[in-house]
């Protein structure tokens, strides 16, 4: 039943402190220049505003020096998939929507703007965004359901000319990795010598999945709903066939418990349960990554009886793997130098960056991955990804 303005007491709201922070919005549009008397007004808009516009229409480039489009970010969602939510629609994402953009500008000082959109066709979501691009430096996707997200970014990214960047798979994935090349080397190891399990085959768990092969995993097998992807298993949708084809070299079947018998890695993106007795199970030295929110795949405290390194999701335990370590550096990394894509490349400079925040004599198991307010996050992330699309020959800059 839909709630009316009738139904519910915006007072009664306000004595819980998330409904107070968040009425009104967490978000507003400032000027930059000064409107003071008409020939301000003049200069700001008709007629001085003709220049610019005709300059913008014999040149278009120049849009980036004289709007505000270079350093501006679409944050957009049709509210399939939002948090643990599941699909609550575009009206009710919006929240996320507002707090995304709040944290674009707290960490790397970009600007972003919320759009949720009432379409989940793909075809009808791609039209849209691609549409509404001309107005943005980058299009950031937020809480679109796999596998429908896979296909939407790909489209886009082949359509548009400003980085496109689905910040569920590749921002999750980017800390991952950094969380996880710290992990391995306070154990003594490479990632080269470790094999890993992932529970879950949505948006991050396939990203993550993708970085780590990228980044020379030794093997990784990838569990969904119906167990471990496998070649020959029936019923794979196409991503899921792609990850059956380059992971679980060791052809390992059954469920994600069983594959973690004499595993070194766990990576929990599935919202299920693990046993303390097969996190027990797995090698000396193993590292838990326990992501689901709120709830763990396993307790942070039962996995710490068995595992050397623990991270979860969450804020109230050691090694949160936060997004926001990895997207607002990233954009402001590739806005920076007007980069017409984000690279594979450029994702895994980002997470060494990040990795290397955490010096030497910082490393502990409490302590792989840095705090989202570690003021060395966003510029270190910021100078690998320019860096890296330089390298990449996707800079314009």
Request: hydrophobic share 50%; aromatic share 4%; charged share 20%.
């Amino acid at each position: 039943m839909a709630v009316t303005p009738s139904s519910i007491s915006l007072e009664a709201l306000d004595l819980d402190p998330a409904f107070a922070l968040h009425r009104g919005g967490k978000l507003e549009i400032r000027s930059t220049v000064p409107v003071r008397n008409a020939d301000d007004l003049a200069l700001a808009y008709t007629p001085g505003v003709a220049k610019v516009c005709t300059a913008i229409a014999e040149e278009p480039g120049l849009v980036n020096e004289y709007t505000w489009v270079s350093n501006v970010v679409a944050v957009i969602s049709d509210g399939t998939a939002v948090l643990g939510l599941g699909d609550i629609g575009p009206a009710a994402a919006m929240p996320v929507m507002e707090g995304k953009a709040l944290l674009f500008k707290q960490f790397a000082g970009v600007d972003a703007v919320p759009i949720c959109i009432a379409c989940t066709d793909v075809d009808e979501i791609v039209e849209t965004v691609a549409r509404l691009a001309p107005s943005f430096g980058g299009i950031n996707l937020e809480d679109i359901s796999a596998p429908r997200c896979f296909e939407v970014e790909d489209r886009l990214r082949e359509l548009l000319d400003i980085p496109v960047f689905h910040d569920d798979q590749h921002g999750t994935a980017i800390v991952v990795l950094a969380a996880l090349k710290n992990a391995a080397r306070l154990t003594g190891r490479s990632l080269g010598d470790l094999r890993a399990v992932v529970a879950g085959a949505g948006a991050s768990g396939v990203a993550v999945s993708r970085i780590l092969l990228n980044a020379g995993i030794g093997d990784i097998a990838v569990s969904d709903s119906k167990g471990l992807i496998h070649q020959g298993r029936d019923g794979l949708n196409p991503v899921k066939e792609a990850l059956a084809r380059d992971t679980n070299r060791a052809a390992l079947q059954g469920s994600t418990e069983e594959a973690l018998a004499g595993a070194d890695v766990f990576v929990g993106l599935s919202g299920s349960t693990v046993s303390e007795e097969a996190v027990a199970s797995m090698a000396p030295g193993s590292i838990v990554f326990a992501l689901s929110n709120p709830t763990p795949e396993v307790h942070p405290e039962v996995a710490r009886r068995h595992a050397q390194v623990v991270a979860t999701g969450r804020s109230d335990f050691p090694n949160q793997i936060n997004n926001v370590l990895a997207f607002p550096g990233v954009f402001r990394g590739a806005l920076d130098v007007r980069a017409s894509t984000i690279t594979e490349n450029m994702k895994v400079a980002a997470a060494e960056a990040l990795a290397a925040v955490v010096g030497g004599d910082e490393l502990s198991a409490d302590y792989v991955i840095p705090s989202a307010f570690d003021e060395r996050v966003a510029p270190a992330v910021v100078a690998a990804v320019a860096a890296q699309a330089r390298a990449d020959g996707v800079a314009r800059l």
